[in-house]
């Protein structure tokens, strides 16, 4: 899949990051589906966007494309990016094997 990993220079993380925009759905909730996309993530948790953010603390899950999924809590909201931190580590190779990456680079990349 070509994913980076990389560490941001974030002290507050504790591993590193695998870096790539990720197509998922984002559910709040008992609510409907929203697209969400994945800009990183690791076994811990992930940093993601969508049009409509979720609260801090509040439980959301997200489906990848390739229809495996993963269950959260909201930890921060910034500007429409927001971080998830997983209920339980997951294997980032494993759920994101197949996954489609974001047709779009993401607007925050400055190359």
């Known amino acids: 899949m070509g994913l980076t990993a990389k560490n941001n220079g974030m002290s507050t993380r504790g591993e590193n990051r695998v870096e790539a925009p990720l197509v998922g759905q984002?559910?709040?909730?008992a609510g409907m589906p929203h697209p969400v996309t994945?800009?990183?993530?690791?076994?811990k948790g992930i940093q993601a966007t969508c049009f409509n953010a979720p609260n801090e603390?509040?439980?959301v899950s997200i489906r990848f494309d390739n229809g495996r999924s993963v269950n959260g809590v909201v930890r921060w909201v910034r500007k429409g990016i927001f971080g998830?931190?997983?209920?339980?580590p997951v294997?980032?190779?494993?759920?994101?094997?197949?996954?489609?990456?974001h047709p779009l680079r993401r607007s925050t990349d400055f190359r």
Not at 26 to 29: A, K, P, Q, V, W
């Open 26 to 29: 984002m559910r709040r909730g």
């Open 38 to 43: 994945i800009r990183d993530i690791s076994s």
């Open 91 to 101: 294997n980032v190779d494993t759920l994101t094997e197949d996954a489609k990456t």
């Open 57 to 59: 603390r509040e439980r």
């Open 84 to 88: 998830v931190e997983f209920l339980a």
